[in-house]
């Protein structure tokens, strides 16, 4: 079992930054692909980000590329999201997720495992 904990999240204001991250509770992280969702008020969960098990490959949604970052650091057991720019749009839960040996993949159905989500409120 994987226990996944997101942190960082906060209020900030429209073209600000924040860095959420994203710790797990297991010693085989390195073999995890993680992503990221969000679900704004009223809106069904959507693809954010992901990296795949090797770190060797990323995958954004369009209405984030060029503005966040997903990385990972296996020996800290985190993978991180790295926020800029941040628009009144990206207001959300921010959850992350891991899929075992995953490619790194937008489809929410691949990944085993949840956190339980941060919340990012951006200020217009």
């Known amino acids: 079992q994987v226990q996944l904990v997101e942190s960082g999240g906060g209020l900030v204001q429209a073209g600000g930054s924040l860095r959420l991250s994203c710790a797990a509770s297991?010693?085989?992280?390195?073999?995890?692909?993680m992503g990221w969702f969000r679900q704004a008020p009223g809106k069904e969960r959507e693809f954010v980000a992901a990296?795949?098990?090797?770190?060797?490959?990323?995958e954004y949604a369009d209405s984030v590329k060029g503005r966040f970052t997903i990385s990972r650091d296996n020996a800290k057991s985190t993978a991180y999201l790295q926020m800029n720019s941040l628009k009144p749009e990206d207001t959300a839960v921010y959850y992350c997720?891991?899929?075992?040996w995953g490619s790194g993949s937008y489809k929410e159905e691949l990944y085993d495992y949840w956190g339980q989500g941060t919340r990012v409120t951006v200020s217009s």
């Open positions: 997720a891991a899929d075992q």
């Open positions: 297991v010693r085989t992280f390195g073999t995890y692909a």
């Open positions: 990296l795949n098990w090797r770190g060797s490959s990323t």
